[in-house]
């Protein structure tokens, strides 16, 4: 092998299981953390089952959510130099919705800090709002990896 790319290529299917583990992985927890913030705000602050909440928000996100966004995006981005997909235009509007779902998990993590401190404002029903953004995002996301339409 010749050059770094080369041999990354030999590996293309591991990279794309171990990319797409990934990606399940991070959104199960993208999906199942705005459920629990939905049950978190039924809770009075400071109380034990607020105090649990808590803990098992921090252990989705810094065990599960944030390796598995970083993991997603390192071999995603890997797969695309190796495969030359961010030459395509259906890689490039992919790119934009994992942008933007990059973005919703920034906005999990301000919600997180704010139940961390005792600070949320919101209702239980925004969360459940929110809730739905990821599924939509990885809907078309798969469309667009899966089908190639353009």
Same mark, same amino acid.
Do not use: C
């Given at each position: 092998m010749d050059t770094l790319k080369d041999f990354l290529a030999g590996y293309e299917r591991w990279l794309l299981a171990f990319h797409v583990i990934a990606v399940i992985s991070w959104m199960a927890g993208m999906l199942y953390l705005p459920r629990l913030? $939905?049950?978190?705000?039924?809770?009075?602050?400071?109380?034990d089952a607020s105090e649990r909440f808590k803990r098992m928000e921090t252990k989705?996100?810094? $065990?599960?959510?944030?390796?598995?966004?970083?993991?997603?995006?390192?071999?995603?981005?890997?797969?695309?130099?190796?495969?030359?997909?961010?030459?395509?235009?259906?890689?490039?509007?992919?790119?934009?919705? $994992?942008?933007?779902?990059?973005?919703?998990?920034?906005?999990?993590?301000?919600?997180?800090?704010?139940?961390?401190?005792?600070?949320?404002?919101?209702p239980a029903r925004y969360f459940r709002i929110i809730n739905e953004a990821p599924a939509l995002l990885m809907v078309?996301? $798969?469309?667009?990896a899966v089908v190639r339409p353009f």
């Open positions: 913030f $939905v049950y978190h705000t039924e809770t009075q602050p400071g109380s989705l996100l810094k $065990v599960i959510i944030n390796p598995a966004m970083i993991a997603a995006w390192v071999l995603g981005l890997t797969l695309a130099w190796v495969t030359d997909a961010y030459t395509q235009g259906w890689f490039h509007a992919k790119f934009l919705l $994992v942008i933007i779902l990059s973005g919703l998990h920034g906005h999990n993590v301000k919600l997180w800090r704010a139940f961390q401190e005792d600070r949320n404002t919101r078309l996301i $798969v469309i667009l």
